[in-house]
């Protein structure tokens, strides 16, 4: 079980369908090791299918049965917090209730685009410690910088700090730094505000997939819907 997850508003946006190509790959693959978000997003898809119906009175569709009247306008006025609350609180809705129910089936969508091991991609040395594999390579990812780092196990990767946001998901093995330490699985956001040096744990190669300057967008019809709430982040 994953011990660093994405926010609650990253995974609004990615049930939303309008995060950037590149972020929601990472959110994918945390979701691959993550079943504890894997529940979350059950439920913020049962949710927006509730917005939506509110909101778009023409695709009102055979979900909205199950749904309180007025849910939605009181969501309106309760603000995030409370809302997440409120989502938190809500028993888990069953298959035949939810209008998009991704039950099972997740792989790491990474699977499609590489070989079936990790040690047979053309990595790219970096150092004699550290590797490379672009995947803008062999996957449209929009512009955002999208690659596979390969730490060696115990080695420490020099003290950098970047432009823009970075996320990092470990796929393999495991790195610590200064805020923390992180496994298989682990999902990482950090801004520019953050300076780090990643080390490997030292039993195993560390392998991470590392999003750089990827943009923040909250753009999807769900997320037009709940801006106002979110003025803050704008
Ligand atoms: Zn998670």
């Known amino acids: ?30 979701l691959g ?11 913020l898809n049962a949710l927006g299918g509730v917005l939506l119906a509110e909101t778009k009175p023409a695709s009102v569709g055979a979900n909205d049965d199950q749904i309180a ?3 939605q306008t009181e969501a309106l006025d309760e603000g995030f917090e409370a ?15 939810s209008p998009a129910p991704k039950t099972t089936g997740y792989h790491n ?25 672009d995947l803008t390579n062999v996957v449209d990812l929009g512009s955002a910088r999208v690659a596979l780092q390969k730490i060696k196990a115990g080695a420490k990767v020099p ?8 996320l990092t998901v470990v796929l393999k093995g ?30 195993e190669d560390c392998v991470c997939l590392t999003v750089l300057d990827a943009p923040m967008k909250f753009t999807g019809p769900l997320m037009r819907w709940l801006n106002p709430l979110f003025a803050w982040r704008a």
């Open 109 to 133: 969508p990474l699977e499609r685009y590489l070989p079936a091991s990790l040690d047979e991609l053309n990595w790219q040395q970096q150092t004699r410690e550290i590797a490379k594999f």
């Open 159 to 166: 003290v950098h700090t970047h432009r823009g946001n970075e």
């Open 1 to 30: 079980m994953s011990a660093h997850h994405p926010d609650d508003l990253t995974l609004l946006d990615y049930a939303a369908g309008s995060l950037d190509l590149a972020q929601a790959l990472a959110v994918s693959v945390h």
């Open 83 to 97: 809302l997440m609350a409120r989502i938190e609180s809500e028993p888990e809705a069953s298959p035949k209730q």
């Open 69 to 71: 009247e007025g849910a």
């Open 33 to 43: 090791f993550c079943s504890q978000c894997q529940s979350q997003l059950r439920k």
């Open 174 to 203: 495991g790195f610590s730094d200064e805020l923390g330490v992180y496994h298989a699985g682990d999902y990482i956001a950090r801004d520019s505000s953050h300076k780090h040096s990643p080390t490997a744990l030292q039993n």
